[in-house]
């Protein structure tokens, strides 16, 4: 008898995005609709107060509640729950192409790939050049080092549970300590790790708060990474009140 369990699993941790999460899933849903791969989506309501939860429902998606608000353990959560073989972890700000599903997938199941990321775009053409420079050495360098940016990254089920998935001691560059991880997992095994051609369009809600406090954030927890175990310094993630 042939199997009915998904194959991959996309997990989004989601904090009071009911403006923006609607748009997400229904990109989500029609990347899914456009592969033969089985696929299940994952929502981990994270303490929002808005119609979040309500919203993931509607569009058919498993709804889990995590009340501590951080989102490596909301991701952890949505991973523990997940039954397929590929994980794709997305943000709820972020829309997913057909394109860029079908090539992550192709990727994993090739057998070659322990995981990936995408090119990162914003949603907006009109940012300063200080965030154009930033994203175009984010891009490069991540391509060097294997690592995926947190808004879209995916990888084998099979590698997240070797390396313990994301850490649940800092609040801010899970996707860097665990990509390094995978990095490691996947050399052993001699798998690959690549960056999809097709980029990921993710809001640029963030910048057009503050763009330079938010680099200079950035900038300081890259210098000092252990300042990120602190919540209150990691306010462009979880607000000013931590």
């Known amino acids: 008898m042939k199997s009915t369990s998904p194959d991959y699993s996309i997990i989004i941790p989601a904090y009071n995005e009911e403006s923006f999460l609607g748009r997400t899933l229904e990109s989500v849903r029609n990347a899914m609709n456009g592969t033969d791969f089985r696929g299940e989506l994952i929502i981990v309501d994270n303490a929002s107060t808005d119609r979040t939860a309500e919203i993931a429902r509607e569009w058919g998606a498993t709804v889990l509640d ?53 090119i990162v775009q914003f949603d907006s053409e009109n940012l300063p050049w200080s965030v154009r420079a930033f994203t175009k050495i984010w891009n490069n360098y991540a391509r060097n080092r294997c690592w995926a940016a947190g808004c879209f990254m995916f990888m084998l089920k099979e590698a997240f549970d070797a390396v313990g998935g994301f850490r649940e001691d800092i609040y801010a560059g899970e996707e860097v300590y665990l990509s390094n991880a995978l990095r490691k997992w996947g050399k052993a095994r001699q798998k690959k790790f690549d960056l999809l051609n097709p980029p990921i369009l993710t809001s640029a809600r963030k910048i057009k ?32 009140q931590g």
């Open 66 to 118: 995590e009340q501590y608000r951080q989102i490596s353990r909301a991701r952890n959560v949505g991973a523990k729950a997940a039954t397929g073989r590929f994980l794709f972890f997305l943000d709820a700000d972020t829309l997913m192409s057909p394109e860029i599903l079908h090539e992550a997938l192709a990727m994993l199941a090739s057998g070659d790939y322990y995981g990936g990321g995408p």
């Open 209 to 240: 708060k503050g763009h330079l406090s938010l680099l200079a954030t950035m900038i300081v927890l890259g210098l000092c990474p252990f300042l990120a175990r602190f919540r209150s310094l990691c306010w462009p993630w979880y607000g000013k």
